[in-house]
């Protein structure tokens, strides 16, 4: 007999079962794309592109560097000058009222598209950024 694994060393007999109540509670939380398009896309445009001398770009920014700086423009918002990929921006941001799942869940979105090469923000994270 042939067999393949994970690497977990859980039995599958030992799991239980997920139930239809947590499929349905699973699928109804809002992904990173969804919060983005909800909380972030007015001004950040639907692409990450920004707009010129007001907001800046998510899409490619250099910005997105410092995660835990990002985290925190998140969590608690910004007012005041920044320079992103090269430009000045003068604006304030508000903090955005996301659970720790919700700020992981959009960050993780922005770091994984709009031309963005980084990886998933994890909960811990931003725990360990908001702690702060």
Same mark, same amino acid.
Not at 11 to 15: A, N, P, V
């Given at each position: 007999m042939f067999a393949v694994s994970c690497g977990s060393s859980e039995? @599958? @007999?030992?799991?239980q =079962?997920?139930?239809t109540d947590d499929v349905k509670a699973e699928a109804s939380k809002p992904g990173g794309e969804d919060i983005y398009k909800r909380a972030c896309a007015q001004?950040? $445009?639907a692409g990450g592109d920004g707009l &010129?001398?007001?907001y800046p770009p998510l899409a490619g920014s250099d910005y997105l560097a410092n995660r835990e700086k990002t985290i925190l423009q998140v969590i608690k918002g910004s007012s005041g000058e920044m320079v992103v990929n090269g430009k000045t921006y003068n604006n304030t $941001? &508000? =903090?955005q009222q996301l659970n720790d799942e919700e700020v992981a869940a959009v960050l993780s979105y922005v770091y994984t598209n709009m031309g963005? @090469?980084?990886t998933a923000v994890t909960i811990d994270e931003v725990k360990a950024a908001r702690a702060k």
């Open positions: 039995s @599958t @007999t030992d799991k =079962p997920f139930s001004c950040h $445009m &010129p001398n007001v $941001m &508000p =903090p963005n @090469t980084g």
